[in-house]
């Protein structure tokens, strides 16, 4: 006599399905959880990180020091979450970091481009006056 195996494909094709539910539930979740250190590395460890980077050269922390600060706090923030492998809310604080560094880049910019034009604008007073005419000599 032989013996079937307990894993027999002659059985009821309901039987059959539950099987490979498994097998399939495995496979559509394992390419998801591969994608949080890669996403982590991209939003946090460039994107956030560069756009600091880029409000801190335009002066961002004299110009809008709220938001840059808070841009660099949550970056900070990201980076810790990260290290404990919280990888989904470690890049919310990364997309809140770029946006908030973001905002304070074009704040800073805004502003210098302001306090550019007004310099401009203002003329010490004796150019402002129109030239005065040569003096004359009392003999003429």
């Not at 894993?7 to 039987?15: D, K, M, V």
């Not at 490979?20 to 539930?25: E, I, K, W």
């Not at 991209?42 to 840059?68: F, M, T, W």
């Not at 970056?75 to 492998?85: C, P, T, V």
Request: hydrophobic share 35%.
């Amino acid at each position: 006599m032989i013996d079937r195996s307990p894993t027999s494909c002659y059985r009821p094709p309901r039987l059959r399905l539950l099987r490979c539910v498994p097998t399939v539930a495995v496979l559509a979740v394992a390419p998801l959880l591969g994608c949080g250190p890669v996403e982590y590395i991209s939003q946090v460890g460039n994107r956030a990180a560069s756009a600091v980077s880029s409000a801190k050269l335009a002066q961002a922390d004299r110009y809008a020091p709220y938001e840059y600060t808070a841009a660099e706090e949550y970056l900070h923030k990201a980076r810790e979450e990260g290290g404990y492998a919280e990888y989904q809310d470690a890049i919310e604080y990364g997309k809140k970091a770029e946006d908030l560094a973001n905002r304070a880049r074009a704040i800073a910019v805004s502003k210098q481009a302001e306090a550019a034009s007004k310099s401009s604008r203002l003329t010490p007073a004796n150019e402002r006056e129109e030239p005065a005419a040569p003096k004359r000599s009392e003999s003429e």
